[in-house]
């Protein structure tokens, strides 16, 4: 089917990203060439895969290559790749909207990032690939021809909101395309894009590691030859055009080290992650014996805005002997590592290697466990000797290290010496378990810990009063994956987790906790016939009310038994299926005066109906305080109206 020309709208936020773009906020301009010939290396990538298995897609050309052309008088430079291609769907589809980045968070950020820096943080953050040719170019046209396809497709904008498309032919499969040049302009950092030593130059920088020929075409003067082949006396000096390779094709892995700049492994991680800043960490890694694997690994700067979604793909890119077989594997670090960007080059493995075998396969599982353990070890490191670094990459990722504590059982250790909580000890930098340790009070036995919808919730909760007016420490767990942390943690370093939401406390020396758990007692005997008469009149929430040590200042507090689910965790829970309610203990604090009063009261009416009140209202300040919702909120106002009524 031929279909005629047609013009479409960009999508809203592609309008957006071109013309910041195209108002030029990003001042390394150069690095347009960088993004296509990525792309030309990524087609060229998919169809060698694809040919794997279906080799008449190939039509007899493997000379894989990139090619540049400059054309000086019209002002043009073009692209073209004998890669995979694109059909018409495709082109629409890939190049008319932002592919990966047009979701709802993109948007969203693009939105609310007002100032210019903003911008260019965010470009940087998520790349803007294709459309970096509109830096440099009035206009932009592409020809391309998807492999196995008959039907060529010819795309052309100028960038102002608008691209047409039209059916067109190309001999073979593959894609050009050609960029109207703007005038070169040293302000704005815009060079001649038509001069071979400016291209060849930035190829170097950019591009020198791609695996396959960018080549461009090179004037030559040789001197005129004689019948024997040696320069003629007084000959005339030729032109002469050959094909000029100006990158070296070395895979950067393969290289020595102590061979490679810094700026060659980030010009490589850019290739590869499609992220336009510069990583954090390179780690490199090469492995001989028994199976033999190079790696290399980068921790980004920064996480990609897709990190915490369910769903969301990650893996490292596979090499079989220097040819690419999959683009994100999966098998080769575990999920919460995802984070982790990179390559890994195996000897061992068959080319058509399907994903099922994978999942099998005994080197991948092995290689995984290395890498796995690599990255721990120099996150540990960077925790050590750098620790300003550490807390970047905390920030960014510490929530996906987190989930290592429970999914990783055999680096256990490893994760958790790595984990970083917000402690009642400062109130911004965050503590690791050991400098906790390090902290505790001689008689101290366990590391105290309370989970909570946010700092503030739990730096006021009621639990801590006790805690905060004895000096003792207590971790904030504030994020939903420390529910999981404390539940596969039980115990570090010889020391146990508790939660001082759960069970009973008891704080100070030996002889202290002794005394006050007599005094307890006794109290407790004392008021049981009121603390019944509460828990009956509250017995749909409250399993058992007590007086307890653990409140300083407020009346009243409620906590799980040791076994319970958190507020927090049950809360999750609930929203995920139907899990029965758990009903919760009442605390109450023995010195407050509601409490004195209370037993006031009830020794002189037990049927006094003031009391009945009170233990509803009781119930719901605890709530409240602890960050949880009221069953019933109109209540609880009209119950705080008829006190403030009559006690004014
Ligand atoms: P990204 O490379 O991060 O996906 P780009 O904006 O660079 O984003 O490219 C968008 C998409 O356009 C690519 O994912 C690819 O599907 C398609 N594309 C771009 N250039 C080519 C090309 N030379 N050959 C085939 N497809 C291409
Ligand atoms: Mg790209």
Same mark, same amino acid.
């Given at each position: 089917m031929v279909v005629g020309a047609e013009t479409f709208q960009f999508q809203a936020e592609t309008k957006q990203l071109l013309d910041l773009v195209i108002n030029s906020?990003? %001042? +390394? #301009? $150069?690095i347009f060439l960088r993004e296509l010939i990525s792309n030309a290396s990524d087609a060229i990538d998919k169809l060698r895969f694809e040919a794997l298995t279906k080799t008449d897609l190939l039509e007899n050309d493997d000379k894989f290559e990139i090619r540049l052309e400059t054309d000086k008088d019209a002002r043009t430079l073009t692209i073209s790749d004998n890669g995979i291609g694109m059909s018409r769907d495709e082109v629409i589809a890939n190049i008319g909207t932002i592919a990966k980045s047009g979701t709802k968070e993109f948007r969203e950020k693009l939105k609310d990032a007002t100032s210019d820096k903003g911008l260019i943080e965010l470009i940087g953050q998520f790349g803007v690939g294709f459309y970096s040719a509109f830096m440099v170019a009035d206009k932009v046209s592409l020809v391309t021809r998807k492999a196995g396809e008959k039907d060529a497709t010819y795309w052309e904008s100028v960038g102002d909101g608008q691209y047409t498309i039209d059916t067109t032919e190309r001999s073979k499969r593959g894609t050009t395309i050609t960029l109207h040049l703007k005038a070169s302009d040293p302000d704005s950092g815009? $060079?001649?894009?038509?001069?071979s030593w400016t291209l060849s130059n930035i190829v170097k920088r950019h591009s020198d590691f791609v695996s396959y020929p960018i080549i461009s075409k090179e004037e030559k003067q040789e001197p005129e030859l004689d019948e024997e082949g040696k320069p003629k006396k007084d000959g005339k000096s030729i032109t002469v055009i050959e094909d000029k390779t100006l990158n070296s094709m070395k895979p950067i892995w393969t290289r020595s080290q102590s061979e490679v700049t810094e700026s060659e492994y980030f010009e490589f991680y850019k290739h590869i992650s499609h992220d336009w800043t510069d990583p954090l960490k390179t780690i490199s890694l090469r492995a001989e014996g028994r199976i033999e694997y190079q790696a290399l690994l980068f921790i980004p700067s920064k996480a990609p805005f897709?990190?915490?979604?369910?769903?969301s793909e990650w893996g490292l890119r596979l090499y079989a002997k220097r040819i690419m077989i999959m683009e994100k594997c999966e098998e080769l670090i575990p999920r919460y590592l995802r984070f982790v960007k990179g390559i890994v080059d195996s000897a061992d493995l068959p080319l058509n290697i399907s994903r099922q075998m994978l999942q099998q396969d005994r080197h991948i599982t092995q290689i995984r466990k290395w890498l796995a353990k690599k990255v721990l070890d120099t996150l540990k490191e960077i925790q050590e000797k750098d620790p300003e670094k550490y807390l970047q990459i905390w920030k960014s990722f510490g929530a996906a290290i987190k989930e290592g504590v429970s999914s990783d059982f055999e680096n256990k250790d490893r994760v958790v010496s790595l984990v970083l909580f917000q402690s009642s000890n400062d109130p911004e930098k965050l503590t690791s378990l050991k400098d906790y340790i390090e902290r505790m009070k001689p008689e101290q036995k366990e590391l105290f810990y309370l989970t909570g919808e946010s700092r503030t919730v739990v730096e006021n909760s009621p639990h801590l009063e006790a805690f905060k007016e004895k000096g003792y420490e207590v971790l904030y767990l504030v994020e939903p994956v420390d529910e999981l942390v404390v539940d596969s943690l039980h115990e570090f370093e010889g020391k146990s987790l508790k939660s001082i939401g759960k069970g009973t406390v008891e704080l100070g020396s030996e002889e202290e906790r002794q005394k006050a758990k007599q005094e307890l007692e006794e109290k407790q005997k004392e008021s049981a016939s009121l603390l019944e008469f509460i828990q009956k009149r509250l017995s749909e929430d409250i399993k058992e009310v007590r007086l307890s +040590?653990?409140? %300083? /200042? /407020?009346p009243v507090c409620l906590v799980g038994a040791e076994h319970d689910y958190s507020p927090q965790l049950e809360r999750l829970l609930r929203q995920a299926g139907n899990t029965p309610k758990q009903k919760r203990i009442m605390e109450l604090n023995p010195k407050h005066s509601i409490f004195l009063r209370m037993q006031e009261r009830y020794e002189k009416n #037990? $049927?006094?109906?003031m009391l009945s009140d009170y233990a509803e209202l009781l119930l719901g300040y605890a709530l409240l305080a602890e960050g949880s919702e009221l069953p019933n909120p109109a209540r609880f106002n009209q119950l705080v109206v008829s006190l403030m009524v009559k006690n004014f």
């Amino acid at each position: 089917m031929v279909v005629g020309a047609e013009t479409f709208q960009f999508q809203a936020e592609t309008k957006q990203l071109l013309d910041l773009v195209i108002n030029s906020l990003y %001042t +390394n #301009k $150069e690095i347009f060439l960088r993004e296509l010939i990525s792309n030309a290396s990524d087609a060229i990538d998919k169809l060698r895969f694809e040919a794997l298995t279906k080799t008449d897609l190939l039509e007899n050309d493997d000379k894989f290559e990139i090619r540049l052309e400059t054309d000086k008088d019209a002002r043009t430079l073009t692209i073209s790749d004998n890669g995979i291609g694109m059909s018409r769907d495709e082109v629409i589809a890939n190049i008319g909207t932002i592919a990966k980045s047009g979701t709802k968070e993109f948007r969203e950020k693009l939105k609310d990032a007002t100032s210019d820096k903003g911008l260019i943080e965010l470009i940087g953050q998520f790349g803007v690939g294709f459309y970096s040719a509109f830096m440099v170019a009035d206009k932009v046209s592409l020809v391309t021809r998807k492999a196995g396809e008959k039907d060529a497709t010819y795309w052309e904008s100028v960038g102002d909101g608008q691209y047409t498309i039209d059916t067109t032919e190309r001999s073979k499969r593959g894609t050009t395309i050609t960029l109207h040049l703007k005038a070169s302009d040293p302000d704005s950092g815009i $060079e001649d894009y038509t001069d071979s030593w400016t291209l060849s130059n930035i190829v170097k920088r950019h591009s020198d590691f791609v695996s396959y020929p960018i080549i461009s075409k090179e004037e030559k003067q040789e001197p005129e030859l004689d019948e024997e082949g040696k320069p003629k006396k007084d000959g005339k000096s030729i032109t002469v055009i050959e094909d000029k390779t100006l990158n070296s094709m070395k895979p950067i892995w393969t290289r020595s080290q102590s061979e490679v700049t810094e700026s060659e492994y980030f010009e490589f991680y850019k290739h590869i992650s499609h992220d336009w800043t510069d990583p954090l960490k390179t780690i490199s890694l090469r492995a001989e014996g028994r199976i033999e694997y190079q790696a290399l690994l980068f921790i980004p700067s920064k996480a990609p805005f897709d990190l915490y979604y369910h769903g969301s793909e990650w893996g490292l890119r596979l090499y079989a002997k220097r040819i690419m077989i999959m683009e994100k594997c999966e098998e080769l670090i575990p999920r919460y590592l995802r984070f982790v960007k990179g390559i890994v080059d195996s000897a061992d493995l068959p080319l058509n290697i399907s994903r099922q075998m994978l999942q099998q396969d005994r080197h991948i599982t092995q290689i995984r466990k290395w890498l796995a353990k690599k990255v721990l070890d120099t996150l540990k490191e960077i925790q050590e000797k750098d620790p300003e670094k550490y807390l970047q990459i905390w920030k960014s990722f510490g929530a996906a290290i987190k989930e290592g504590v429970s999914s990783d059982f055999e680096n256990k250790d490893r994760v958790v010496s790595l984990v970083l909580f917000q402690s009642s000890n400062d109130p911004e930098k965050l503590t690791s378990l050991k400098d906790y340790i390090e902290r505790m009070k001689p008689e101290q036995k366990e590391l105290f810990y309370l989970t909570g919808e946010s700092r503030t919730v739990v730096e006021n909760s009621p639990h801590l009063e006790a805690f905060k007016e004895k000096g003792y420490e207590v971790l904030y767990l504030v994020e939903p994956v420390d529910e999981l942390v404390v539940d596969s943690l039980h115990e570090f370093e010889g020391k146990s987790l508790k939660s001082i939401g759960k069970g009973t406390v008891e704080l100070g020396s030996e002889e202290e906790r002794q005394k006050a758990k007599q005094e307890l007692e006794e109290k407790q005997k004392e008021s049981a016939s009121l603390l019944e008469f509460i828990q009956k009149r509250l017995s749909e929430d409250i399993k058992e009310v007590r007086l307890s +040590n653990r409140l %300083t /200042s /407020s009346p009243v507090c409620l906590v799980g038994a040791e076994h319970d689910y958190s507020p927090q965790l049950e809360r999750l829970l609930r929203q995920a299926g139907n899990t029965p309610k758990q009903k919760r203990i009442m605390e109450l604090n023995p010195k407050h005066s509601i409490f004195l009063r209370m037993q006031e009261r009830y020794e002189k009416n #037990k $049927e006094d109906l003031m009391l009945s009140d009170y233990a509803e209202l009781l119930l719901g300040y605890a709530l409240l305080a602890e960050g949880s919702e009221l069953p019933n909120p109109a209540r609880f106002n009209q119950l705080v109206v008829s006190l403030m009524v009559k006690n004014f």
